[in-house]
């Protein structure tokens, strides 16, 4: 994903973790999922130059495009990013130290 611009979509508490942000070209293809309007183009152009931040795209989302348009894009990157940390943890290596039973 070099390259790739990054917007940062907090999706969760906790700890700071790379899966806790999405790419703008993320948010573009799963939003696209949920409308075609024409008016989609010129928002995702405006936070790609950072001439509005993440939290004023979601108002103008919800206020040209519908609340439901907004909540479905959300809970697909949600679903995407719970894909993401099943598959890293299921890649991951073991832990030496698990056979001691010191692994967290």
């Known amino acids: 994903r070099s390259g790739a611009h990054r917007a940062s ?7 700071v973790d790379p899966l806790n942000f999405v790419t703008v070209d993320e948010l573009m293809f799963e939003i696209q999922k949920h409308t075609d309007s024409q008016m989609l183009p010129a928002l995702l152009a ?3 130059t950072k001439e509005i931040d ?7 989302v919800r206020m040209v495009l519908g609340a439901d348009v907004l909540i479905n894009t959300v809970r697909g990157l949600q679903q995407s990013q719970q894909s993401q940390r099943r598959n890293t943890s299921r890649s991951a290596p073991p832990c030496p130290a ?7």
């Open 9 to 15: 979509l907090k999706m969760g508490s906790g700890a």
């Open 46 to 48: 405006q936070i790609r």
């Open 54 to 60: 993440l939290r004023e795209f979601c108002k103008r």
């Open 98 to 104: 698990q056979r001691k039973g010191s692994c967290s």
